[in-house]
Structure formats: C-alpha cells, structure tokens
C-alpha cells in the first residue's frame, strides 16, 4: 500500500441508497478516513446518524439535507453517491456544485463517466469547467462497467501479444435470488414481459451509454480503429411456466436476455461486452456459451491472439456479510479511490485508476 504520510482525509457523504449505504460504511471503517458530514435527499433522514443511515456504529456525525452546511465544512472529497437515473443533468450540476467550490469528487453515479473520451460531450465539459474553477479533481469508477470492465483486463493484456480480438462474456444468474427486486427484474430487464417486449436498458439507450465506454476503452488501449459500434440482442422465453424467488414466470413471456455490443473493424466483432441474464430455472440454451462455473455467475475475459487468454472472474457473498458482492465491490472501488483522488492534479481523470495507491486499507492482519 502507498504510504500517504500519515495525512488523513476529510470526507462528506452524499446518498444513502442500496449502494451508497455501503461506500458510507467503508468511509467509517476507512483508516485514512475521517467522516465529517453526510448529505441526504429526504428530510425523514436529516439529523440520523451516520452509523445509523448504513447500519454501523454512531460515529456522531448527523445527516444533514442543507447543501451550505456540507459546503461549510470544507472537505477534501465528496462521495457523490446519488442516483442518475432519469436525472443525469441533476446530479451532472450537483457534482460541478462542489467541483466549483474547492472540493474533489469520487463517484460511481455517472457510469459513462469511467472513460470521459467515451461520455457525452457536455458532461465532460461542463465537469472539466468546475474543476479547473475550483482547482479540484474529479473522478468516476464502479466495478462494472468500472475496474472489472477497465483495470483487469489493463492489467491482463500486460502480458497479450498479438490480439486479434477480445470479448469479455458476463454471466448475472439467478437474479430472482441475487438480486431480488421484482421492479428491476421485471420493467428493466423484461422478465415476464411478454413475446416482443424490448427490455427497458435496451430501449433506452443504456447498454450503448454505459457499456459503450467500455468498448471503446479498450479498443483505445490496444490502438484498434473501430469502424462503429453495433448491438446485437435476443430474448428467451420460458418454455413453461418457471417458478423463481419472486413468483412464476409464465409460459411464453421473457425468462432471459442477451446482448453483445461490439467494437467493428473491417466488417469483424474485435471489442466486445457480451451479458447474460436469467432467472434460477432459466433452461440454459446450447448456443450460449456456460458460464465457467454451472449455475453461478461471474465474468468470463477472453483474448484471442498470441497468447490465448481466458480469465474467470468471480464475485462471492462474504461469509459474514449479507451485502451483494457486486454492490459492495461497487462502493469500495469508490472509497478506496479517494486519497489517491486527493493527490492527483485537478481536472476530471481521464483513465482508469489502478496500482498499489487504490487498494483497500481495511486489512485485518
């Protein structure tokens, strides 16, 4: 681990949702950490403690949804852990709010932000713009799209040679039991929906927005010339009716997705993300490659060239802990940014972080 001097850092909390709850955790639990302040959205959450918002101890440090009491305390760096969705101009203006007033931001609020050559145009600049005026840094990350989609395989081509082409195949499982919000499940994904329905993060641009940063990332890094980006989607439906953690799936409607979006060059798919999603008794069809582990998920990297390579990737429930892996690794990629955020110059970062800087400081030996 990088030794910081022994500086600590000063940090406010914003957002205390599913996965914002857990990056509040980690800032407590973080040695480098000082917690000063958490900004909350609803007023039923003003004046709770902080431990209390996450589940931890009281730390002594209360809620607060007045944006001039956190800009008052003067932190090194926001957690920005509020939602973007259907609210991206919001949180873009919130984030810039603090940029401009001296202070860093770490975030895995905006996805396409992982890559900033790849995100919209406007959010870049207008996030550069408050940066430079505050002299303050910005930077975006997650786990995936984030460092399980940028950092690992950066790391895995470190030792590719020729690469004629590479995909990274992930597999979310049984999600009526990982990740069980009929909701999501059901409006954004389209499990249940009927023959024909086109899943919501297809429709609506989200699979191009966010997993596009990726695509275009690692082409960037192994210097290919995409001649465009293309989506390639399908739906399975349920042969019979399939019982799931949340109810029945009935015969006929959607019980699985897939989709690929992939970099093109001269006609061929070379850069690609490929997902997979299915409920428990999704019946497995033949023309789908298996996951590496029956029946679990998990991210599969695959680099074809000089050497083959094939990395598999799992994310697993602690043993005393009930958080999802994934929300959990989502947080942490944020929190353990920090210091390392701090110390950068100013502006928006523009590649992924990685290195002995951004690792955990939570180690128990």
Not at 17 to 25: D, I, K, S, Y
Not at 294 to 317: A, C, D, I, T, Y
């Amino acid at each position: 681990m990088i030794d910081f001097s022994g500086r600590r850092y000063r940090v406010v909390h914003v957002g205390t949702g599913l996965t914002g709850r857990e990056a509040l955790r980690a800032v407590i639990e973080d040695p480098l950490l000082d917690l000063v302040g958490v900004k909350v959205s609803t007023p039923e959450k003003a004046g709770l403690d902080a431990g209390e918002l996450c589940g931890a101890p009281s730390v002594g440090v209360p809620a607060t949804d007045d944006l001039s009491t956190v800009l008052a305390l003067k932190p090194d760096c926001v957690t920005y852990c509020a939602t973007a969705v259907r609210r991206e101009d919001e949180v873009i203006a919130d984030i810039a709010t603090y940029l401009e007033a001296g202070i860093n931001v770490v975030t895995f609020s905006l996805i396409p932000m992982i890559y900033p050559r790849a995100a919209p145009a406007s959010w870049r600049e207008d996030l550069e713009n408050a940066a430079q005026q505050g002299n303050a840094t910005f930077y975006a990350t997650g786990s995936e799209p984030g460092f399980i989609s940028l950092n690992i395989p950066t790391a895995l081509l470190t030792g590719a040679g020729r690469v004629d082409s590479y995909r990274m195949d992930e597999y979310a499982v049984d999600l009526d039991k990982s990740y069980p919000i009929w909701d999501v499940l059901h409006e954004s994904m389209g499990f249940g929906k009927p023959d024909g329905h086109v899943p919501v993060r297809i429709a609506s641009g989200k699979v191009n927005k966010d997993w596009g940063t990726v695509v275009t990332y690692i082409a960037d890094i192994l210097g290919f010339e995409l001649d465009g980006i293309e989506l390639d989607w399908e739906t399975l439906l349920a042969p019979t009716d399939l019982p799931t953690a949340l109810g029945v799936i009935p015969q006929g409607t959607i019980c699985a997705h897939r989709w690929q979006l992939a970099g093109i060059v001269r006609g061929r798919p070379t850069v690609a993300v490929q997902y997979f999603a299915t409920v428990s008794s999704t019946p497995w069809p033949g023309r789908w490659p298996k996951p590496a582990r029956e029946g679990q998920g998990g991210m599969v990297f695959r680099v074809n060239g000089n050497p083959n390579m094939n990395l598999e990737l799992h994310l697993e429930q602690s043993d005393d802990d009930r958080v999802n892996p994934g929300v959990a690794a989502t947080a942490l990629a944020a929190v353990n940014a920090i210091p390392s955020v701090v110390e950068a110059p100013r502006g928006v970062i523009a590649s992924p972080l990685s290195g002995p800087s951004v690792v955990t400081r939570q180690s128990s030996a």
